[in-house]
């Protein structure tokens, strides 16, 4: 039963981004079910294996304070992820039926993720706070780029947005926001709020910079900056996706974006860190870097240059869309 609800949710997913649904598509769905359901499945055999072959297992978990039997806690999550995989079911049938939805429901699944994720941090009184905020925002990077690449970025779709905001027609305009915008507002209130708060942190660990030096990395010239540049990353990511959804006729536009982002930040920033060039690191990590002007002003240049090249496509296409008067 679970399976065949992510079957339809992986496959609704594809439909809403306007993909038809090839033999091709359907065995990527149910290989994504059936990478899920195998990960169930493990989250049950694993212990009993270990335990056979003599591996030490955790038999309790502690959620929140409250200590649950490992396979109580795995029961427990499974019926969460579940109610959380029909709501999303429901949701992508509702968006082929042309029902009108506001991201409410998307940033409150990640709120959920964010919680559930605190709830198995083990920290005592006096450990720093960025310690808990840092995963918080290691969750909710991935679900902006979840986001930006999971949902159709058509630019029919941001021209109707970009019109209802000019007439400032909210009730028109809520529907139609996507759904990486909660996700990077999210995003860059934990990552300021982490610098801020890792900024004071810092203050009393001395040793930091010695142990950062250990490793031959360069330290970061500071937690604010840092947090401006991974804003700013984001937003090129974003000005990417678009720019190659908005082409006249893309083909497999996200795909090609992905394979962008990997050379981006695998290969180029490889290449630098393996040429011992941590000068050029800016341009490619977010935070990599003792000046913290170069730190911000990296990928700033990077978000202007992009921005150039999406408002010239928006421009082109946008032309190109108007009506013809008919002969």
Not at 196 to 202: F, G, I, Q, T
Not at 299 to 306: C, E, T
Request: net charge positive.
């Amino acid at each position: 039963m679970r399976r065949h609800r992510i079957v339809a949710l992986l496959a609704l997913a594809l439909v809403g981004k306007g993909r038809r649904l090839s033999r091709r598509t359907v065995a990527f769905a149910q290989g994504g079910a059936l990478f899920v359901g195998l990960s169930g499945v493990s989250s049950v055999l694993l212990p009993s294996l270990t335990e056979r072959l003599g591996f030490g297992v955790a038999d309790k978990v502690t959620w929140f304070g409250v200590v649950f039997p490992s396979r109580e806690f795995s029961l427990l999550t499974q019926a969460l992820f579940l109610g959380w995989a029909v709501v999303a079911v429901y949701r992508l049938m509702a968006g082929e039926l042309q029902v009108r939805q506001r991201p409410w429901v998307w940033l409150s699944f990640s709120l959920f993720l964010i919680l559930y994720d605190q709830g198995l941090l083990v920290l005592g009184p006096d450990d720093a706070l960025s310690l808990r905020l840092l995963p918080a925002l290691l969750v909710a990077v991935p679900l902006y780029y979840l986001a930006l690449f999971a949902q159709a970025n058509d630019i029919i779709r941001y021209r109707w947005l970009s019109y209802h905001l000019r007439q400032g027609n909210w009730r028109n305009l809520l529907p139609l926001l996507p759904l990486w915008l909660p996700s990077l507002l999210l995003a860059a209130a934990l990552a300021i709020v982490v610098a801020v708060v890792a900024r004071s942190d810092l203050q009393s660990i001395a040793e930091v910079e010695r142990v950062a030096r250990l490793w031959a990395a360069p330290i970061p010239a500071g937690s604010l900056s840092t947090a401006i540049a991974l804003i700013l990353f984001m937003l090129r990511d974003l000005g990417i996706v678009l720019l190659l959804n908005f082409a006249k006729r893309p083909k497999a536009p996200d795909l090609a974006a992905i394979l962008y982002l990997i050379v981006l930040y695998g290969i180029c920033g490889g290449l630098a860190t393996a040429a011992g060039a941590s000068s050029l690191l800016p341009l490619f990590w977010p935070g990599a870097g003792g000046n913290a002007l170069v730190v911000v002003l990296a990928p700033l240049v990077q978000v202007i240059l992009v921005a150039v090249l999406l408002q010239r496509r928006w421009t082109v296409e946008s032309r190109a869309l108007q009506l013809r008067p008919t002969t």
